[in-house]
């Protein structure tokens, strides 16, 4: 079997999104939010209850008091960030993996995938863009593929290691699919409609090395793309893809980016990642 159709098998067996988060997420999908069966929901899962009591307290999700019930968050909050709150504690958990492949460490998959997400957000907010609801989450799940990938860089060790320390112009998921027929923003995609969640995160997972390639939701795209090229610049989960990470230029223009704007995201994205970190329960 080719690598490519080995990586199609490995995404179709891939496991569903955690059961309980499906149906939370359903529930909150639903045009009339039914916040009882939501509690009820989210108990099954203290992990989930825990981490959400946590970060509704902090900057980036947070109303100014404490909360302390699941019901009031809810009623506080809404249905978005609540959304955010559940796939960021998924994420914790799925994430938090080493990737030997890519060359992660613990957690730097987890952290590079949360620094999009609230870079993305703070780009959006900072040049006050009128980007989609799910900006958060596309960013957050932008490289997904790499969990589906990673076993095969592992099984190619030798090859990817030349690829790496090869000086050619190529952009890293070229080079991904030069060797396996097909790369992690294909992967991502594919793995993101076997898990049938919402069609714009899909584009931003499968164009956010090449923003200017999206048929659609193009704004939203380039968004990702900045906010992850932005955690390369940061060193924050940069892996084997090194060097090799290619700046759409076109999204930099096209989005006005003045230099005291990226700084200042930056400043802010690590501010409140220092914070999300601390708060999630990773362990
Ligand atoms: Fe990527
Ligand atoms: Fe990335």
Same mark, same amino acid.
């Given at each position: 079997m080719s690598y490519q159709a080995e990586i199609q098998k490995a995404i179709r067996d891939f496991p569903d999104f955690p059961v309980g988060s499906q149906r939370i997420l359903q529930l909150i999908n639903e045009p009339e939010v039914d916040y009882e069966e939501l509690e009820k929901a989210m108990r099954?899962? @203290?992990g989930l209850t825990a981490n959400v009591l946590r970060l509704v307290n902090s900057a980036q999700f947070g109303v100014k008091r404490t909360i302390e019930s699941l019901h009031r968050a809810f009623v506080l909050l809404g249905e978005k960030r609540i959304f955010e709150l559940v796939m960021t504690h998924v994420s914790s958990k799925l994430f938090d993996v080493e990737?030997?492949?890519? &060359? /992660? &460490? @613990?957690q730097d998959f987890l952290r590079?995938? /949360?620094w999009v997400a609230v870079g993305a957000e703070q780009f959006a907010k900072t040049l006050d863009l009128q980007t989609s609801e799910t900006l958060f989450t596309a960013g957050l799940l932008h490289d997904v593929g790499k969990l589906v990938m990673d076993p095969f860089l592992v099984q190619e060790r030798e090859t990817m290691q030349a690829v790496a320390a090869d000086v050619s112009e190529d952009s890293f998921e070229q080079r991904e699919k030069a060797v396996?027929? *097909?790369?992690?923003n294909e992967a991502g995609a594919m793995l993101f409609e076997h898990w049938n969640l919402p069609p714009e995160i899909a584009a931003a997972i499968r164009y956010h090395h090449t923003p200017e390639d999206a048929p659609d939701h193009q704004q939203l795209v380039k968004v990702v793309h900045i906010a992850d090229m932005q955690a390369y610049v940061e060193s924050v989960g940069t892996? *084997?893809?090194g060097v090799h990470y290619h700046l759409s230029q076109q999204a930099f223009e096209d989005l006005d980016l003045a230099e005291e704007t990226v700084e200042y995201v930056a400043s802010q994205t690590v501010d409140q990642m220092k914070e999300i970190m601390q708060l999630l329960e990773t362990q």
């Amino acid at each position: 079997m080719s690598y490519q159709a080995e990586i199609q098998k490995a995404i179709r067996d891939f496991p569903d999104f955690p059961v309980g988060s499906q149906r939370i997420l359903q529930l909150i999908n639903e045009p009339e939010v039914d916040y009882e069966e939501l509690e009820k929901a989210m108990r099954y899962d @203290p992990g989930l209850t825990a981490n959400v009591l946590r970060l509704v307290n902090s900057a980036q999700f947070g109303v100014k008091r404490t909360i302390e019930s699941l019901h009031r968050a809810f009623v506080l909050l809404g249905e978005k960030r609540i959304f955010e709150l559940v796939m960021t504690h998924v994420s914790s958990k799925l994430f938090d993996v080493e990737m030997r492949g890519y &060359q /992660l &460490q @613990p957690q730097d998959f987890l952290r590079h995938s /949360l620094w999009v997400a609230v870079g993305a957000e703070q780009f959006a907010k900072t040049l006050d863009l009128q980007t989609s609801e799910t900006l958060f989450t596309a960013g957050l799940l932008h490289d997904v593929g790499k969990l589906v990938m990673d076993p095969f860089l592992v099984q190619e060790r030798e090859t990817m290691q030349a690829v790496a320390a090869d000086v050619s112009e190529d952009s890293f998921e070229q080079r991904e699919k030069a060797v396996f027929g *097909i790369n992690h923003n294909e992967a991502g995609a594919m793995l993101f409609e076997h898990w049938n969640l919402p069609p714009e995160i899909a584009a931003a997972i499968r164009y956010h090395h090449t923003p200017e390639d999206a048929p659609d939701h193009q704004q939203l795209v380039k968004v990702v793309h900045i906010a992850d090229m932005q955690a390369y610049v940061e060193s924050v989960g940069t892996g *084997i893809e090194g060097v090799h990470y290619h700046l759409s230029q076109q999204a930099f223009e096209d989005l006005d980016l003045a230099e005291e704007t990226v700084e200042y995201v930056a400043s802010q994205t690590v501010d409140q990642m220092k914070e999300i970190m601390q708060l999630l329960e990773t362990q």
